[in-house]
């Protein structure tokens, strides 16, 4: 199947600050990249859909300034928290579409 | 109603039984559906995807869809330690590729 990497895998930050975590698309173009947030024992949460070359599309409830998308390339999708707080402690995962839905591996956040 | 349910578990059966993992959805229109395994601190990984009514086999799982009762379920035969994870049902709805996940079910197999 497709890959799909994340960088990075685990960051630690500390309250007040920014963090960038990146999604690629190894060995295919895709043009969606979906970005999700899953706390502790509950499921995987869409956080917004990431259109190549456009505005990404946010799901309702997730704040579009805090959670900053950038969808530069086929191949590279990067989602931004910006001002983290100890709330936006989670495990995020990006995922692309080529015929099926592949995951990357997931980044762990850490807010202090 | 929660649009994909799953039993949270943890469903716990021995080693080399069949572990049944069941999920219903709420949206009549939905099209395709999909069951993941995650193991813990990892991403959810593709174990099989279902479309039309019936079963569909992959070695020793089976995917039992009925859209009548708008249930999926997952059978994995001959069960393994190795497949203590937790299972996670997602549903496409019609006229729609992203997919909805249910809470996940936690399974586990012991020797």
Known sequence: GAVVSQHPSWVICKSGTSVKIECRSLDFQATTMFWYRQFPKQSLMLMATSNEGSKATYEQGVEKDK???????????????TSAHPEDSSFYICSARDNEQYFG???????? | QKEVEQNSGPLSVPEGAIASLNCTYSDRGSQSFFWYRQYSGKSPELIMFIYSNGDKEDGRFTAQL??????????????????????????????????????????????
Do not use: E, M, W
């Open chain 1, 67 to 81: 959670f900053l998308i950038n969808h530069a390339s086929l191949t590279l999708s990067t989602l931004t928290v």
């Open chain 2, 66 to 111: 009925n859209k009548a009762s708008q249930y999926v379920s997952l059978l994995i035969r001959d069960s393994q330690p190795s497949d203590s994870a937790t299972y996670l049902c997602a549903v496409n709805r019609g006229g729609s590729y992203i997919p909805t996940f249910g809470r996940g079910t936690s399974l586990i197999v012991h020797p």
């Open chain 1, 105 to 112: 591996p997931g980044t762990r956040l850490t807010v202090t």
